[in-house]
């Protein structure tokens, strides 16, 4: 039930055939998420519906369930993140098609062919990582790390990074 997805889909196919894919895709690919880890990459669950809506256009309604380690950022020890997202997608092939899109869909760009699945999946589970990992207060050593605040308070924290791209992302 739960097998591994195909490397890269044809999301246009998928919509035209009506098609639902279902499975596991690892992390350890992830570049961008990669770093952000504090252990195992692990898997994500992914379930994706592909159809075509009644305005013509192909769409992918689907989910994104992980649990990632991050870095707690007031003790610096590792947290288990849950990512628990939906999201609604609709094939483009140029951005005056982007642009036409109704609310309520993002934009799954198909231009230069088959997309890779690890990325979208990336794409969805980078937009559902909190901006401040920390453990909930009880969970937290923060007491004997309060000294690691304020050295990494000048320091690049890697989650700003996220911060300017889901900026961007929800801007388009
Ligand atoms: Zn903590």
Redesign the pocket.
Known sequence: MHAVLPERIDPARLADKGARLQGRVALESMERLVPLLAGEPGEAEVEMAFAVDERGLRTVHGRVRAEVLLT?Q??L?P?ATQVDGEFHLAVVASPTEERRLPEGLEPLDCGEGPVPVAQLVEDEILLGLPLVP??PDS????ETARWKDQADAATDNPFSVLKDWQDKRRQE
């Open positions: 707690c007031r003790c020890q947290v920390s453990h969970g937290c050593s923060r």
